[in-house]
């Protein structure tokens, strides 16, 4: 008996396939908003790798990664509003926020820190910034979520320090 060959899988990886597999209504105005947030931290994080402006980053990642199939895993579409909300208004205070994260790392003892810890920071602080409307809680707790994402050691409790001081100086 001849076995018939299995025809070769085609390797997809680093690629979005052609057409997004999940609508962009689908997932509660919650996951969306979370998903906005997590994606306005990959768009900061690609704009300072890439030395990118802020507009067409967001639009390469709604054009390439919303919606679609990543890795095998299909995730919640962002709100593509908020997205643009966050990584825009990040770039025009880029300024402000970087001296306001700056002196608050700089009370919690540390210089510096690395890029993409850095992205979640300033996303955070532009929220805190700019969104009064919504409870600090609300948005430090969604970024703490997106950092452990990334982390298992001490940056979750690096970003909720720092975002938590930033929250008392800007809403106070």
Same mark, same amino acid.
């Not at 802020?54 to 890795?71: M, T």
């Not at 608050?104 to 979640?120: F, N, P």
């Given at each position: ?6 025809p ?8 979005a *396939?052609?057409?997004p597999? $999940?609508?962009?209504?689908?997932g ?8 906005a947030r997590?994606a306005?931290?990959q768009?900061l994080?690609?704009?300072?790798l890439?030395n990118q402006d ?16 990543l890795?095998?895993? #299909?995730?919640v *579409? ?5 997205l643009?909300k ?14 306001i994260v700056?002196?608050? #790392?700089?009370?919690?003892k540390?210089?510096?820190?690395e890029? #993409?810890?850095?992205?979640?920071l ?5 929220e805190?910034?700019a969104c009064?409307?919504?409870d600090a809680?609300i ?5 703490l979520? $997106? ?8 940056? *979750?409790?690096i970003?909720?320090a720092? #975002?938590?001081?930033?929250a008392?100086?800007?809403r106070?």
């Amino acid at each position: 008996m001849v076995e018939k060959k299995k025809p070769a899988r085609k390797n997809n990886l680093g690629r979005a *396939p052609e057409k997004p597999v $999940v609508k962009k209504n689908e997932g509660s105005a919650k996951a969306q908003k979370i998903a906005a947030r997590l994606a306005a931290v990959q768009v900061l994080y690609q704009m300072r790798l890439n030395n990118q402006d802020a507009k067409s980053a967001v639009r390469e990642f709604i054009d390439c990664r919303v919606g679609f199939n990543l890795d095998g895993d #299909l995730f919640v *579409p962002a709100d593509q509003e908020m997205l643009e909300k966050i990584v825009m208004g990040v770039s025009e205070r880029w300024t402000d926020i970087d001296m306001i994260v700056s002196k608050a #790392l700089a009370d919690g003892k540390k210089s510096e820190v690395e890029t #993409l810890l850095e992205s979640i920071l300033r996303a955070g602080t532009y929220e805190l910034l700019a969104c009064s409307d919504v409870d600090a809680g609300i948005i430090i707790n969604d970024y703490l979520n $997106v950092t452990t994402g990334f982390y298992e050691g001490n940056e *979750p409790k690096i970003v909720n320090a720092i #975002l938590d001081k930033i929250a008392k100086s800007v809403r106070d």
